[in-house]
């Protein structure tokens, strides 16, 4: 894989990179909320498929429950900001530190598992938080909670604009820490355990692998960043309840869907899924179901449609057929 430096040196990433560090300011300039927050949600789905792919793509653990550590990160941020009176520039930090936490303690049952028992397990460990949730009074119960109005004065602290337009740059800001952290992971002789752990398991123990330790760590790891990815949505949309960020189609199941999209073998192929579908269902959702409500749920099945015509033409993810064609090399 290259480095860093070298993807920065092609001018196609760097064309990409400026494009969205403009973009906001553009739909700012052209009032056009919508375009800016689908592009804040393609950022923070891309984020938390970025952090599944490590487990699915480089482990070989297909985890179906990551809806876990996103809705623990979103509401940590949101009981930080309104019990404690704690920034969201640090309740962020924290989120990612509890969703880890939650991970390590959830890898210990977990992990003893294989397979499709690992999968199933996880939906239901998702399902578990979700119903615990609802009827937890501290955390708002089903009603869930809603961060504190504040004036002018304190919008920064709490992190409160009108509009998505600031909040893309906080999430590029987290998704650039994410992409360098990974990137030197992956690179790394831990690394190459996680994915001689995803191609053969038994094999791995034979050299000498701890396979237990190696799972665990890629579990952590990737919980931290999704719960960092739950702590955005608390920040940008101010409210948080179980059936929102426990979810298991529009949490768990869609950053799966960015990352087979675009490509769970690739290192930015789940960014670039969540930039091919997230915005297709917002535009199907917010455009089309708001006109036609009767046909509530259509943006999920459109979702359903592009994975399925994907998975036909381009089994290995957009990425990975892109770079078998000679497209790109080295993304």
């Known amino acids: 894989m290259p ?58 653990l297909f985890s179906l429950g990551h809806a876990v550590f996103f809705g623990v990160g979103a509401y940590t941020t949101m009981i930080l900001m309104l019990y404690y009176d704690v920034t969201p520039w640090v309740g962020i930090w924290v989120a ?85 952290v990974l990137h030197r992971i992956i690179n790394s002789r831990t690394g190459y355990y996680f994915q001689t752990i995803r191609e053969d ?47 298991l189609i529009t949490i768990s199941t869609y950053m799966s869907i960015a990352g087979i999209i675009g490509g769970i073998y690739t290192f930015i192929g789940p960014v670039v899924g969540a930039f091919i579908f997230i915005p297709a269902a917002e535009f199907v959702r917010v455009k089309i179901v708001s006109a036609f409500p009767r046909y509530f749920g259509l943006h999920v099945a459109v979702v359903g449609i592009l994975l399925l015509l994907i998975s036909l033409a381009l089994p290995e993810g957009v990425i990975g057929y892109l770079k078998r064609k000679g497209v790109l090399r080295r993304v």
């Open 3 to 60: 480095g860093l430096q070298e993807y920065l040196k092609n001018p196609l990433v760097v064309l990409l990179v400026a494009l969205l560090l403009v973009l906001p300011v553009l739909f700012w300039l052209a009032n056009l909320p919508f375009y800016a927050n689908m592009v804040f949600l393609a950022i923070m789905y891309g984020i938390a498929a970025m952090a599944w792919n490590l487990m699915e793509g480089y482990t070989g």
């Open 96 to 180: 990612g530190i509890m969703a880890a936490i939650t991970g390590f303690l959830l890898g210990f049952p977990l992990l003893r598992l294989r397979s499709h028992w690992f999968t199933l397990a996880t939906i239901a460990v998702g399902e578990i938080f979700k119903l615990a949730f609802a009827h937890w009074d501290y955390v708002g119960g089903s009603r869930g909670l809603q961060s504190p109005i504040v004036g002018g004065g304190k919008a920064l602290y709490y992190l409160q604009y009108t509009g998505p337009y600031v909040y893309v740059y906080v999430a590029l800001f987290v998704l650039a820490i994410e992409l360098v």
């Open 201 to 247: 398991e038994v094999v791995a123990e034979t050299l000498g692998i701890d396979t237990f330790r190696y799972k665990m760590l890629s579990l952590v790891i990737s919980s931290f960043f999704t719960g960092l990815a739950g702590a955005l949505y608390a920040i940008r949309f101010r409210y948080v309840d179980p059936f929102a960020v426990f979810d």
